[in-house]
RNA sequence: GUCCCUGUAGCUCAGACUGGAUAGAGCAUUUGCCUUCUAAGCAAAGGGUCGGCCGUUCGACUCGGCCCAGGGACGCCA
């Protein structure tokens, strides 16, 4: 691949350098860029500006002597077929031209791996845990967890296609206050349809689902009077709440094309026995103390604010106690690396996180904490007001069923994660040039179609010769085709899928304009053979690309 | 008050790790291109003190400092 190639060709300059000139003068390391325009070749090096000032002597004099230097070092090398020209352009760039064999083996290596083009084994295996979504089972999915799902699963599959094993988990809180005011609601709701009188407990759950849910109680358990709704354990209605909800964010999930590979309640995590052991174990390393009554873990320790409480002084424990048991549990069950994604909201939590999986012996960079930036969603052109308390907000299943499952997640993916986004419903619906979403699967498409149209014509693609490919247009979509495994590393470096979404739509653009330029299936047999498999490599890294993402390959729009 | 994020074209945003050549897209506006593989496409035009000032550098949208503006987080809640 391209990146390769540019590595080696770096490592082999600056070996030429070094024999050629006195042993004494130490230079900046080698460097070789991707060069914006295509004028300036495949690749740059600004070595000689670098030196300039090591040296003494003007950038462009400097340039030359070491052009001189590179070309003769060429020679009887294997870069000296792959590498056509070299170029010194003010103030003092060394750019390098590529012959187009060079470039033609990013078509072969493409045909070679299929499916698999851009796959590595750079993650060796190492078990990943994404922990993502983790809402509350009080109530539907928003889009501010569409989003994050979106992007967790888009992630996950990146990582597995980089060699290592992704786990997608959901943390299914079930322990905590929430879930009692979501049983104590339940039961309201439930009082209320059987005629009686009852008001909601504070903060306690408005939306109209909860409603749903009491009907739904009160049929499954039989109960007819409120004598016999006085009779039952307050504890049914908080777990058929539970139930009845995680049924509904399964479903909504799975409609949304988002696998997870496993669910974990806190209520068998955090057991009272893992809770004590916890705190045994960070007592023992002295991270915890008294005061005011409470106990408080030493975060500070680790770079923290202040120090945070885990048991309250009326005995009952804060919510990040149950938090350091899950993410010990997590550590044991034999992930190197784990990654939390969480809603803005939970930003002012990272710290104390991190310094919690410190105090259980843990590098602060095995966990990473991702946060999702909210998404506006507009509808009519005027922003969505919402609030989960008051149950209005627009759901997941709402923008699944209102824009599909493919634009709305090309809609989640369209900017960095740590950006705010814009959710314009209409726009996602419409079938206009205004709507972004369409463009990428677009070229997909058309490809689909050139091969109905070739093999109508009997024309077989040619993989292992491209020679007649030498438009522009052509060499350009082949160098976009060879950078697809560095963008990959992109998002596993920023953990962020946006920079796949980012190349996927400037590869679709560099197809449109080749195939608006050139008629693929013409009269010159042999060229339209060649020009038949540079479409369909690029249908390859286009499937690739939007698998990964989440998207579907449609053939036909 | 402390900390974090953001500030680039009329609007929404790219410009990563590792400073580089004429700062790029999309939408919107104007204008061309379908007897030929999908016009959900292509091409062209206009539109910029990259929030401001100072500094480092041969070179700053990019790095550092100080301001200005907008947003967010800061509980013995979860």
Redesign the pocket.
């Known amino acids: 691949m391209l990146s390769d190639l540019r590595a080696q060709l770096a490592k082999h300059l600056e070996e030429s350098l070094k024999r050629k000139l006195p042993s004494d003068t130490v230079l900046p390391p080698v ?1 070789l ?5 295509r ?3 495949e690749f ?3 070595i000689a ?2 030196s ?2 090591v040296l003494r002597k003007a ?1 462009l004099a400097i340039a030359e002597e070491f052009r001189g230097i590179f070309q003769d070092s060429l020679a009887h090398t294997p870069f000296q077929d792959k590498i056509a020209k070299i170029e010194v ?7 390098f031209f590529l012959t187009p064999p060079a470039l033609f083996e990013i078509l072969e290596e493409i045909f070679k791996a299929k499916n698999d083009y851009g796959r590595s084994d750079r993650g060796r295996g190492q078990k990943v845990q994404v922990e993502v979504v983790s809402a ?1 089972p009080t109530g539907p999915l928003s889009v501010a967890h569409a989003r994050q799902a979106a992007v967790g699963d888009a992630l996950a599959h990146i990582l597995d296609f980089l060699g290592f094993k992704a786990t997608r988990e959901y943390y299914i ?1 079930d ?5 009692n005011l979501l049983g104590e609601s339940i039961r309201c709701r439930a009082i209320e349809l059987l005629g009686g009188q009852s008001t909601l407990p504070e903060n306690g759950y408005q939306g109209e689902y909860i409603k749903d849910i009491a009907r739904e109680f009160i049929t499954r358990a039989g109960v007819k009077t409120l004598d016999a709704l006085a009779g039952q354990d307050p504890v049914n209605f908080r777990n058929y709440g539970v139930d009845y909800l995680l049924s509904v964010i399964r479903k909504d999930l799975e409609d949304f094309n988002v696998r997870f590979e496993c669910w974990t309640n ?1 209520t068998k995590v955090a057991t009272k026995d893992n809770i004590a052991a916890v705190l045994k174990l960070l007592g023992e390393k002295g991270f915890l103390y008294e ?4 106990l ?1 873990f030493k975060s500070t320790h680790f770079g923290d ?2 120090d ?2 885990v ?4 005995g ?5 106690l ?1 938090d350091i048991v899950y993410h010990k549990n997590k550590y044991e069950r034999g992930f190197t690396r784990i990654i939390n994604i969480w809603g ?6 990272i710290p104390r996180i991190k310094a919690a999986a410190q105090a259980l012996g843990k590098s602060p960079d095995s966990l990473n904490v991702l ?1 999702v ?1 909210l998404a ?1 969603i507009y509808r009519d052109g005027k922003p969505v007001s919402m609030s989960t308390r008051r149950g209005e907000f627009i759901s997941l299943r709402e923008v699944i069923d209102e824009v599909g499952v493919d634009a709305a997640r090309f809609f989640f993916l ?3 994660i ?5 959710f314009d419903l209409e726009l996602a619906k ?10 990428i ?3 997909h ?2 490809i ?7 093999q109508e014509a009997c024309l077989k693609q040619r993989e292992n010769s491209f020679s007649l490919l030498n438009a522009p247009e052509e060499l350009d979509l082949i160098k976009k085709l060879g950078s697809f495994p ?2 990959l ?2 998002c596993c ?2 953990l962020d899928p ?2 796949l979404m ?1 190349y996927l ?2 590869l ?2 560099v197809f ?11 009269d010159d047999k042999d060229l ?1 053979a060649e ?2 498999a540079l ?1 369909n490599a690029t249908k390859i890294v286009l499937a690739n690309g939007l698998r990964l993402l989440g998207l579907s390959t ?4």
């Open positions: 460097e860029d991707f060069p914006a325009q004028l300036h070749g740059s090096a600004n500006l670098k300039a000032k950038p352009k003010n103030p003092g760039f060394i750019n509350n809180n322990g905590g206050n929430q879930i806190e005061k005011d009554g409470a408080w604010d202040k945070r409480v048991r309250k002084s009326d009952s424990h804060t919510y990040l149950p803005p909201d939970h930003h002012g939590y946060i930036q506006t369209m900017r960095h740590d950006a705010h986004l814009d419409k079938e206009t040039p205004e709507n972004p979403v369409y463009y699967q677009y070229a498409a058309r689909h179609s050139i091969n109905k149209k070739a560095d963008i590393s992109v470096h920023e946006y920079a980012q739509h400037e679709a653009m449109h304009k080749f195939y608006d330029q050139h008629r693929v299936i013409g339209s020009r038949l479409a449609p053939e036909r729009m």
